[in-house]
């Protein structure tokens, strides 16, 4: 009996042994490198796998190939996005619903800030990626109204712009269009942040000798804000950065009777535009001025190739209004 007991035994763990045992000590770990990485090799597949997820996510804003499907999806994506809360506090949803190409525009860029330059309420206005105010500056703008067109028409363009570079302007002397050179330094302030705009490349926000014009329709399509004002936008501006430039009430009317329509939105609510204002009709004088324009912006990128052969910078506008709005020289970029 004995020895049938420890035979029975034996039997038992042997098959324990074989069954249980044995495989682990076999070097054979397909079963559990299937849950859990064992290698480096492991870890990086599993990595690869991660990162092709990653990579079929939806396009976000400020992602490249981002695009909003339509205009009422821009406000949509301001009403449901995580950072909803953030958009609502500023101007974004007034610019999704009154100009929603705008709106996507600036969603969709990689920015950290946009300017407006506004008309209406003559201000200089830096915002933050959210749509909230940061600074506000009163400002001069053109004494002519409506959008620019051409060279010396002393107006200031309106539209969808960004910031073409950065200048110190403290040396720079206005040179009018006989060629004749101010002698007086510091007509543009100590700052020139030049637009890049299609009609002309010597428009641009800077400072001025002439603080008491701040406030008015005075310049020959330049920007100005006081010197102090400009020492401390040029700290948070960089090429690059979207500049929106708004029509105010007179300049919307001229733009109608030349059939330019330029978008608008308002800054503040004492702004906007009446219900009898957007049913007003636009002209069709612009297909007559068509031909002109483009005649003129040839001439004027002629005009630009000849400047850059001569490693002139250029700034275009005087503070002396007898002087016809021309070109100033520098030379330090900043």
Same mark, same amino acid.
């Given at each position: ?16 042994? =074989? ?9 054979? &770990? ?5 849950? @859990? ?52 506090? %500023? ?42 105010? /940061? &600074? ?42 006989? %060629?004749?050179?101010?002698? &007086? ?28 014009? =701040? ?5 020959? %399509? ?21 500049? =929106? ?16 329509? =330029? ?24 297909? /007559? ?6 005649? @003129?912006?040839?001439?004027? &990128? ?33």
């Amino acid at each position: 009996m004995n020895s049938r007991y420890i035979f029975f035994n034996l039997a038992r763990l042997t098959y324990l042994y =074989i069954a249980f045992i044995l495989p682990g000590c076999s070097g054979d &770990k397909k079963s559990s490198s299937s849950s @859990t990485p064992d290698s480096p090799a492991d870890e990086i597949s599993v990595f690869v796998e991660k990162d092709s997820v990653i990579e079929k996510r939806e396009p976000q804003p400020g992602d490249p190939d981002f695009r909003f499907n339509s205009d009422d999806s821009v406000s949509e994506y301001l009403d449901t996005c995580r950072n909803a809360a953030l958009y609502s506090e %500023g101007i974004l949803p007034v610019i999704a619903k009154e100009v929603p190409k705008y709106a996507a525009r600036l969603l969709s860029g990689t920015h950290t800030r946009f300017i407006v330059v506004d008309k209406a309420s003559m201000r200089v206005i830096l915002y933050d990626r959210y749509g909230r105010v /940061e &600074k506000s500056y009163d400002m001069a703008c053109a004494k002519n109204f409506g959008t620019k067109h051409k060279k010396a028409d002393s107006r200031t363009p309106e539209g969808f712009f960004e910031v073409e570079g950065i200048y110190n302007s403290t040396d720079w002397l206005y040179t009018d269009d006989d %060629g004749v050179t101010s002698k &007086k330094k510091g007509q543009f302030g100590p700052r020139f942040i030049r637009l890049k705009i299609p009609v002309t490349s010597q428009i641009g926000i800077h400072g001025t000798c002439s603080p008491w014009s =701040i406030g008015h329709r005075t310049s020959h %399509g330049c920007i100005r804000i006081t010197n102090e004002n400009i020492m401390e936008l040029v700290e948070l501006v960089e090429p690059g950065m979207p500049v =929106i430039v708004l029509p105010g009430k007179r300049d919307r009317a001229v733009n109608r009777e030349e059939g330019y329509f =330029i978008p608008y939105f308002p800054t503040e609510q004492k702004y906007a535009m009446t219900e009898k204002e957007k049913s007003l009709p636009y002209s069709d004088k612009r297909e /007559e001025d068509l031909k002109a324009k483009t005649d @003129t912006i040839a001439d004027d &990128k002629a005009d630009s190739g000849s400047a850059q052969e001569d490693s002139i910078k250029t700034a275009p506008d005087a503070e002396d209004q007898a002087m016809p709005d021309s070109i100033a020289s520098g030379k330090e970029s900043i």
